[in-house]
């Protein structure tokens, strides 16, 4: 089964404690870096929910990052163990955005 309830977690594979990132949902208001938590030195979490099943998710930074950095994507769904993070791929000035598959994700998982 898709989730309806995932997390998304964006790490900054610099250690930079600087966060210009958002993402959304196709079809849903855009996630602004003020709604993820930090919850390490490089690392910020948020909650997404939807209606439906998470099929995609586009991601994209919002200011560029540090010369060679990079924000490293992983999605998890409930009950969001250490098991459960999937990486999605990474954004950076070269990649500024994408749309992550998600779908992709749930079905190699079953």
Not at 55 to 76: K, M, R, W, Y
Not at 83 to 103: C, D, M
Request: hydrophobic share 45%; with cysteine; charged share 15%.
């Amino acid at each position: 089964k898709r989730p309806d309830r995932v997390k998304l977690l964006a790490a900054d594979l610099t250690l930079a404690a600087n966060m210009s990132f958002c993402c959304f949902i196709p079809g849903q208001p855009m996630i602004p870096a003020s709604a993820f938590a930090q919850v390490a030195p490089n690392r910020w979490s948020v909650t997404l929910s939807s209606e439906r099943p998470i099929n995609e998710l586009v991601a994209f930074i919002t200011q560029p990052l540090s010369d060679g950095s990079a924000l490293g994507c992983h999605i998890a769904s409930a009950p969001f163990e250490q098991q459960s993070w999937h990486y999605l791929g990474a954004i950076s000035n070269e990649s500024p955005s994408t749309v992550f598959k998600t779908r992709l994700v749930w079905i190699r998982s079953i």
